[in-house]
């Protein structure tokens, strides 16, 4: 069986990060299913998808790695296409990734305790965002 939901959320952009866990694992155990993977995608090419220790201080880390890899306020190509200043949010969401595939087993996320899945949000503004969730399983 497969379901699909979806999460909307307001984000602040400039690396804003969100814990989803508590919502994905919601809609796990509405699934009613026992064993299976749930993907969480997020859409747009701005933001991106993935599982961290969700604490203040990691949070600022992962902002200041992502600032040394493609830095905010450098030319990009990409700002020219549209007259905007955000390629760097791209390069950052690309490099992040959309989704993540999670098992579950007897209806429950199988992350560890210091594991949780977090969409970053890399624009230069704040956005409305969607999150698809996508239960698959018996």
């Not at 796990?28 to 993907?39: A, R």
């Not at 961290?52 to 020219?80: R, S, T």
């Not at 098992?103 to 999150?131: A, I, N, Y």
Request: glycine share 8%.
């Amino acid at each position: 069986m497969i379901i699909t939901d979806t999460i909307e959320l307001q984000t602040k952009g400039h690396g804003d990060t969100l814990d989803l866990t508590p919502r994905v694992a919601e809609i796990v155990t509405q699934s009613k299913l026992k064993n299976g993977i749930v993907t969480v995608f997020v859409t747009g090419s701005t933001a991106g998808i993935t599982t961290i220790e969700f604490e203040p201080n990691l949070v600022a880390d992962f902002n200041e790695m992502w600032q040394k890899l493609a830095p905010e306020g450098m030319p990009y190509h990409h700002d020219n296409t549209w007259g905007d200043a955000n390629g760097y949010a791209h390069v950052r969401a690309s490099l992040l990734g959309a989704s993540v595939v999670i098992p579950f087993s007897d209806g429950k996320l199988t992350l560890s305790t210091w594991q949780q899945v977090v969409l970053v949000d890399f624009d230069e503004r704040p956005r409305c965002r969607k999150v698809i969730v996508q239960v698959m399983g018996e």
